[in-house]
């Protein structure tokens, strides 16, 4: 089984590339909702104390709190699928992204999905789904946030680093390849499109 983690800031396209995984049959498991399933458990409004939550799981089970309740739901996705590749979304810190190479080895590869602040914001002024998705200082405040867990190493510690300013086309098919094992054509796809730009 292949396991596909995403890392990306708030924005970047990484909800796309779980809508594209899905597409091709490829179970999806979000991180997040691991956080928003325990803030309902606690009796709290997930939009409001997300972040908080975060934290609180982190503190009291460990670093790597969010990640360990994420294998469980990866293999049991992969088993009621039948599926040969799983895609984790939303990966944030180092220690998470230790404790999946750690469970699955080189079964695991990590995809970077980035795109400017400017771009990322708009996409979210666009979406609108809470509050902070179109206040460009609470979005800031919400990167900060993500960054202090280590985001920034992460992304830099990619496998293969998918640039989402391109069509909505190009990024799909990108991410296609990367769900069906090709990693190579991915990162030379968007190594030509990093060519064109400096040509233009």
Not at 72 to 85: Q, S
Not at 121 to 126: F, H, Q, V, Y
Request: aromatic fraction near 4%; glycine fraction near 10%.
């Amino acid at each position: 089984m292949r396991v596909i983690g995403t890392v990306g800031l708030p924005g970047s396209g990484k909800g796309e590339a779980a809508a594209v995984a899905q597409e091709e049959g490829v179970p999806v498991v979000t991180m997040g909702d691991v956080i928003r399933a325990e803030c309902r458990d606690r009796g709290l409004d997930p939009a409001e104390h997300h972040g908080e939550i975060a934290r609180a799981l982190r503190e009291e089970n460990g670093p790597a709190a969010i990640a360990e309740r994420s294998i469980p739901l990866i293999e049991e996705a992969a088993g009621a699928a039948d599926a040969d590749a799983v895609l984790v979304d939303g990966l944030r810190a180092p220690v998470e992204l230790a404790r999946f190479r750690e469970r699955f080895s080189n079964d695991f590869t990590l995809v970077a999905i980035t795109a400017p602040f400017e771009v990322r914001a708009e996409r979210l002024g666009d979406r609108g789904r809470d509050d902070s998705d179109v206040d460009t200082e609470a979005l800031k405040q919400r990167e900060e946030r993500e960054l202090g867990f280590g985001m920034g190493e992460v992304i830099d510690a990619a496998d293969v680093s998918i640039d989402n300013t391109d069509t909505l086309a190009a990024f799909r098919d990108r991410v296609r390849a990367v769900l069906r094992g090709n990693v190579a054509a991915a990162a030379e796809d968007a190594a030509d499109d990093d060519a064109a730009e400096v040509g233009k």
